[in-house]
Nanobody, 129 residues
């Protein structure tokens, strides 16, 4: 079965950096969309970044220019490099994988309409001012 495990979260000061990792197991689709989401207490889940099987990336406006999503297929690992962190980036971060049924991969990846069947347990990121 598919499972995802995040790591790399922690506490940093404003302006600092973190790299999150997500090891993806049992996911063998040739076309897919992988993504990072985050959720802060009292707020709705927010799509952060996505990457498809062709390496095409998408970012939320709030993180564009600061975050970079990437993947290492040999290691079955998804990454989120986060630079210039701000207190408003504080949240639980989750990695997610879709069903592999979207031909157009990450089309609408950060919107509510794109379904992700598989989720990690989350890793906490806390940014202090």
């Amino acid at each position: 079965q598919v499972h995802l495990v995040e790591s790399g979260g922690g506490s940093v000061q404003s302006g600092g950096s973190l790299r999150l990792s997500c090891v993806v197991s049992g996911y063998t689709y040739s076309r897919y969309c992988l993504a990072w989401f985050r959720q802060a207490p009292g707020k709705e889940r927010e799509g952060v970044a996505s990457i498809d099987s062709d390496g095409k990336t998408t970012y939320a406006d709030s993180v564009k220019g600061r975050f970079t999503i990437s993947q290492d297929n040999a290691k079955n690992t998804l990454y989120l490099q986060m630079n210039s962190l701000k207190p408003e980036d504080t949240a639980m971060y989750y990695c997610a994988a879709d069903s592999g049924a979207y031909y157009y991969t990450c089309r609408g990846a950060l919107s509510e309409g794109h379904a992700y069947n598989y989720w990690g347990q989350g890793t906490q990121v806390t940014v202090s001012s």
